[in-house]
């Protein structure tokens, strides 16, 4: 009896410690208590917007040097005048300068100089004897790069702006002025101010007092300066050109282009984009050399355009080489918007394509550009749609978009 009190006291003894190293083993380890930078800082301090990221480094730092990484933070905030702190990420916690302020540093020559700090920060090596350097930034050009166009605008300061008439001019790019001319919706041409080349702008991109918006469309720049005065005439038309609306036309203008297809293109086009009238661009091949010579004209008219405009003109002769003995190898012109976009004399089908029809648009010996002219002789004919903003080829039986 004795023997089995001792065996049961010894197992009640062995399972009470073994239980208790179990729930010794199993408490709770304690929280680490939170690291607080022991720099000393005001309540107020404290509570300034980025100062808790600072104080997460554990460098010592003295409360000056605190607020000025708290200043390299605050930097990267673009909310600040509107009073939102949003949180920012840094490499340094503010201890180097993350961001930079664009607006305080300034460049003058090969010299980085910040207007704030009055300290400056950057040396820059440029070797002036190399004509080929290139100035660092438009302000340290200014002063040691000449002005490239000054020998062209003698009569004015380098360092005038917009000829010293802002409110007639404007400088979009900084680069030579030019003589401006407005196109209107008939087709005309308007000088309306001197300079160096020729651009001629759309009647939409003027104010109602004549002075050119500065969120215009970019004109088209036309050649250098008298280019139109030069190269365009007004020819009174013998007998008035009628087509099918009615509308009647006594004058023919023109404008030529030697040996420069793609810019008579890009004027043409510019005409048909912009104008309620129709426009020709005809190109004519000289017998004599490999030269050819465009003239972009027009009526004036709606639905009418000149296929041969060479024969009303006068002076068709550049650098002594005739085109009067040449031969006219294509013509485009355009359809207006608010008319059909299919060459004059054929249908169009969305399923079939484009059919010869008895549909003509425009009267007048000098005004036929349709299919009864379009005969296989090798000139290549094209109309532009001004609403399909899109060519289209024909002859005297088929028509196919370009």
């Keep these: ?52 990221e600072v104080l997460k480094t554990r460098d010592s730092i003295t409360p000056e040097e605190a607020e000025r990484r708290r ?5 990267g905030n673009p909310f600040k005048d509107r009073g939102y702190y949003p949180k920012i990420a840094t490499l340094s916690k503010g201890k180097y300068l993350e961001f930079h302020d664009m607006d305080a540093v300034v460049n003058i020559g090969s010299v980085k100089y910040n207007r704030k700090t009055k300290e400056i920060t950057e040396f ?37 702006y917009a000829m010293n008439n802002p409110l007639r001019f404007i400088d979009p790019d900084g680069r030579q002025a030019t003589d401006i001319y407005k ?20 009647e939409k991109n003027f104010d109602k007092n004549g002075n050119l918006n500065a969120n215009n469309d970019g004109g088209v720049e036309v050649g250098e300066k008298g280019y139109i005065k030069n190269n365009s005439q007004e020819i009174a038309l013998s007998s008035p050109i009628t087509d099918n609306d009615g509308n009647s036309s006594s004058t023919l203008s023109t ?34 050399s490999d030269k050819n010579f465009s003239v972009v004209s027009t ?53 079939k394509g484009f059919s010869v029809s008895g549909n003509i648009f425009s009267m007048g010996e000098n005004a036929k550009v349709d299919r009864n002219i379009a005969q296989p002789n090798g000139i290549k004919l094209r109309v532009y749609s001004s609403y399909l903003k899109q060519y289209i080829r024909y002859d005297n039986k088929s028509a196919n978009f370009e």
């Design 1 to 52: 009896m004795t023997m089995k009190k001792i065996i049961l006291t010894g197992f009640v003894l062995l399972a009470g410690i073994t239980q208790a190293q179990v729930k010794k083993t199993q408490a709770k380890p304690k929280a680490e208590k939170k690291w607080v930078n022991p720099v000393k800082l005001t309540k107020e301090e404290r509570n300034r917007p980025y100062m808790d």
């Design 71 to 75: 200043r390299n933070i605050a930097i």
């Design 299 to 351: 009526y004036h008219l709606p639905s009418a355009s000149p296929l041969d405009p060479k024969r009303f003109m006068s002076n068709f002769n550049v650098n002594g080489d005739s085109f009067f003995p040449s031969t006219l190898k294509s013509q485009d012109h355009n359809h207006p918007l608010g008319y059909p976009f299919e060459p004059s004399g054929f249908s169009y089908n969305a399923k």
């Design 124 to 160: 820059r090596e440029i070797d002036l004897s190399d004509p080929d350097a290139q100035p660092y930034l438009d302000t340290a050009g200014r002063w040691f790069s000449p002005d490239p166009l000054s020998e062209e605008f003698r009569r004015w300061s380098p360092y005038n």
């Design 183 to 202: 196109l209107d919706k008939s087709g005309n041409l308007t000088w309306m101010a001197e300079s160096k080349t020729d651009v001629i702008y759309a």
């Design 255 to 288: 404008l030529s282009f030697y040996n420069n297809e793609a810019k008579a293109q890009q004027v043409s086009e510019y005409f048909y984009n912009n104008t309620n009238v129709e426009t020709a661009n005809s190109t004519y091949q000289s017998f004599s």
